[in-house]
């Protein structure tokens, strides 16, 4: 949704009505982007795409009847295959033309949003609105919804969409690991920014929001220390500090004497214990801890987990 909303943004703007189509539910699809939608607008070409390059033409289909409705959509082995998932399956689809309109500049602004859009009994579908804020405790949100991560539920009586947008992730400091980190953040669709000097720390994380993270990998107070008193001050969901414990206790001492007492909020030192001793394992580790925090999980492993998994 959010890599579609500056396209959609320009059709609102010149009042052309916009028919969305939204992943509700799956069986399969094990790969696909909880996050994706596509968008038309007649005379137009449609933007995005639901289940990769395998479903496209299918979805140009729906988007030509702009009529609420959830619809089902069966894809091949060998068609998500050749688009790069893992398997086919079934997908239903929520396509609707009432989409809020101001939805849209939420998104450009990279705001979490919740959507609902009323299912009646008869399979009739309402028209979707912006709900409150994403961590309202109202029973109507699941708390799988809470966790910072892109999910729809499909409930009795609604489709409750929660988006976040992809995260930021300021590293600051220089060298391997924070090269590293860079890596790892883009690998997973998410946006590095790898800073080394005190002042261009505080603005960037000063920008950051719940979706996003820092990671704190300098051994210079003049560097690390402003850069943890930053992020205890900003709004991202994940602050990780890299290095011993006594590093850890040193800059303590450094944010004490500055009245910064509450690092309740750091993972230090940041990342899983996956035994890993490189700077490529030490990101993976640190991303790992990052995602998990950000999704609720307890990063156990996949095998002791009851119910379904990603395979």
């Not at 010149?14 to 799956?26: C, G, N």
């Not at 688009?83 to 309109?101: I, M």
């Not at 919804?145 to 220089?174: E, H, K, M, N």
């Amino acid at each position: 949704m959010y890599e579609i909303a500056p396209k959609v943004q320009g059709w609102i703007d010149h009042d052309m009505p916009v028919t969305v189509a939204m992943v509700v539910e799956t069986t399969g699809f094990s790969n696909r982007d909880p996050a994706a939608a596509a968008a038309a607008t007649p005379g137009q070409t449609p933007v995005g795409a639901l289940l990769g390059a395998a479903a496209t033409e299918s979805v140009r289909q729906l988007l030509a009847d702009p009529t609420p409705r959830v619809a089902e959509l069966l894809v091949s082995d060998q068609d998500a295959a050749a688009a790069g998932l893992a398997c086919g399956g079934l997908a239903r689809v929520l396509v609707t033309g009432s989409v809020p309109p101001h939805l849209w500049r939420r998104l450009l602004d990279r705001e979490p949003v919740r959507l609902v859009t009323p299912l009646a009994a008869d399979g009739t579908v309402g028209r979707t609105r912006l709900a409150r804020a994403v961590d309202s405790p109202e029973p109507d949100l699941p708390q799988r919804l809470r966790r910072g991560v892109s999910q729809t539920v499909r409930t009795p009586d609604a489709v409750v969409t929660v988006l976040w947008p992809a995260p930021r992730v300021v590293v600051v400091g220089s060298g391997a690991i924070p090269d590293a980190i860079a890596a790892q953040a883009r690998l997973l669709g998410w946006a590095p920014d790898v800073v080394t000097d005190a002042a261009a720390a505080e603005a960037a994380i000063a920008a950051l929001s719940g979706a996003d993270g820092v990671v704190v990998t300098s051994h210079d107070r003049s560097l690390d220390g402003p850069g943890l008193a930053a992020a205890l001050k900003s709004r991202a969901g994940y602050v990780g500090a890299l290095g011993s414990r006594r590093t850890q206790q040193e800059r303590r001492g450094w944010l004490a004497e500055r009245g910064i007492t509450d690092l309740s909020a750091v993972h230090g030192p940041a990342g899983l214990d996956l035994g890993g001793s490189t700077p490529a394992e030490i990101a993976l580790a640190i991303a790992a801890e990052m995602l998990a925090t950000r999704s609720g999980a307890s990063a156990r492993s996949l095998r002791d987990r009851a119910g379904s998994t990603h395979g």
